[in-house]
């Protein structure tokens, strides 16, 4: 199975969202916390496009790497699920280094905060971490019940609410 960045970010989220997510339910373009964030990457990188180039492999999509530096960009938000963001770009590392991309590192940037953060990828380290995920990832995908809502204050903001709770709701 190709695991995309965003099941990683999600299975450090919520993994009702990365099931739901995988199994073709998607909310993302209902949100406007999605949209804001994914306007605040494009403009913080408006000028720095002729120095980054896009790499998509095995089913990740990074938008901004600087192949001079092997760095990996990516803009953010808030610093709410800084873990999920932090697992998200060492995953992205670690598909690099599978690839024979040896070395790179990772910058999550929060414009909105001024803050910035270096993410760096230790193989011996990291490799069986993320080997662990994807396999914790494979098994919970293949389960036949959805993971049930969690009653965490994120819901609020999450583009699946209505889907996990209104209509829950209704039909009570
Ligand atoms: S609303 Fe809550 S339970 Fe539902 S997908 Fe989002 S985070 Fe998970």
Known sequence: MQVTATIIAYFHTCLRKMYLHHHGIRMEHTSDVVYEGKLIGEST??????KNTQLELDGIKIDYYDAKTKTVH?????DKM???HEAQVLYYLYVLQRNGIEGASGIIEYPTLRQRKHIDFDPERDVPIIEGW???IEQ??????????INKSICKSCSYYDYCYVAE???N
Do not use: F, G
């Not at 990516?74 to 808030?78: F, Q, R, V, Y």
């Not at 919970?140 to 809502?149: A, G, M, T, W």
């Open 45 to 50: 990188y408006e000028d720095r496009a002729a």
């Open 74 to 78: 990516e803009t953010k938000k808030s």
């Open 82 to 84: 800084e873990h999920a």
């Open 134 to 136: 994807l396999q914790e």
């Open 140 to 149: 919970i995908l293949e389960q036949e019940q959805c993971p049930p809502v």
């Open 169 to 171: 709701e209704i039909e």
